[in-house]
């Protein structure tokens, strides 16, 4: 998932937390000689609200050394190669899988997290997709990845009635066609760029095979020239000060532009869409790598986080859900009567939630993938 932190924002809540955005894994990172307790997170960015950090340290005496992935593929490479100095860390649910399969997780001491029993039982239950024993993770926020686009825009180019709730938006050429002329931004996420796809033909996003790389492949050629570009965290500044008018992403970043412009005053209104073919609901959860130097500092780190008094700031700072219940109250209402946030039950019915691939097949679709972002 992703969002994207300010340059200033970063600068400030790393350097507090003793962290560095581009620095590399904290290995015998020495901790302060007034603080000798210390844990190590490695978090997407802008995953945390400002204060968070700051909380846990007075609350418990422990430092937090503080790093910042933009993507999965970051992380697995650090915790594949081993060593990452890491105790805490926060992969998308698939990643997970994998990661457990490879023993790359240290089980959870569940007598260390005496707040876990503030989960939704429901979406606990559905990460037991990656974690089928319920011993290595636990889940943190979950989203969907839709369509956020600018409402003024949209209608200005396609008529005032014409109502954003198809992925063919995207990949229709006869749709994006008109749209390349105020921009359209693809995640850089094979993942999800190859289930909204499928889903736009009516296929299962688990679905495997060459059948369905040759399918997805042939629907980015498409629209490949109508695509500005693809990455996946630009498109929400881009969205916000009018520079793109439609992208796919994930529910809070598009919330997250939505905000931004209002704040910025540029008149500029931000709609966000699940399409009625359906879209994939993810969800990112906490684990501690299997050498972690500081285990019992990461269960005090993951507890604090499921608390409903620390999380629900996140999830209002964030604008995504989390997976505590006890903390749902704790939201604004305007926050818990979003349905880009909580969508309905008539919507929640049609999400997809996205399996490990096997080796070959996600090989075979990241090949796939390298050559449709580059138009061959």
Excluded at 54 to 82: M, S
Excluded at 189 to 200: H, I, K, R, T, Y
Excluded at 202 to 219: C, F, K, S
Aim: charged content about 20%.
């Amino acid at each position: 998932m992703r969002l994207i932190l300010t340059a200033l924002a970063a600068a400030l809540a790393l350097t507090a937390c003793g962290g560095n955005p581009d620095a590399p894994a904290p290995e015998g990172a020495k901790p302060d000689p007034q603080i000798q307790r210390q844990v190590n997170v490695y978090n997407w960015s802008d995953y945390i609200a400002p204060d968070t950090l700051e909380r846990f340290t007075q609350e418990t005496g422990i430092r937090v050394v503080y790093d910042v992935y933009a993507d999965n593929e970051t992380l697995d490479a650090k915790l594949v190669a081993g060593q990452s100095g890491y105790d805490v860390v926060f992969p998308s649910a698939p990643f997970a899988q994998k990661h457990i399969l490879n023993n790359l997780y240290a089980p959870l001491d569940k007598t260390l997290l005496p707040n876990i029993g503030n989960l939704d039982p429901a979406l606990v239950q559905a990460v037991r997709v990656a974690d089928p024993e319920g011993r290595h993770v636990v889940p943190y926020m979950w989203g969907t990845t839709g369509i956020g686009y600018n409402i003024g825009r949209i209608r200005e180019i396609l008529g005032p009635e014409f109502v954003v709730d198809s992925w063919a938006v995207l990949f229709d050429p006869a749709i994006s066609g008109k749209l390349a002329q105020c921009g359209i931004a693809i995640l850089d996420d094979q993942q999800e760029a190859f289930s909204a796809a499928l889903l736009f033909h009516g296929r299962d996003p688990n679905a495997m095979g060459g059948d369905e790389i040759e399918l997805v492949t042939r629907t980015f050629a498409a629209v490949h020239s109508n695509i500005r570009y693809f990455d996946s965290s630009r498109y929400i500044d881009d969205l916000a000060n009018g520079e793109i008018c439609i992208a796919m992403g994930y529910n809070g970043d598009v919330l997250q532009a939505r905000a931004r412009a209002a704040e910025a005053g540029t008149g500029v209104e931000i709609g966000y869409a699940i399409p009625k073919e359906g879209a994939v609901r993810w969800f990112d959860v906490m684990a501690i790598p299997a050498d972690a130097p500081n285990p019992t500092e990461a269960h005090a780190f993951i507890d604090f986080l499921l608390r409903p008094d620390v999380i629900a700031p996140i999830t209002e700072y964030v604008s995504f859900a989390s997976a505590n219940a006890a903390a749902k109250p704790l939201v604004s209402e305007a926050l818990r009567n979003d349905p880009a946030v909580y969508p309905p039950e008539a919507v929640l019915a049609k999400l997809h939630d996205v399996r490990k691939l096997p080796l070959e097949e996600n090989d075979a679709r990241q090949r796939a993938w390298t050559a449709i972002r580059a138009g061959r």
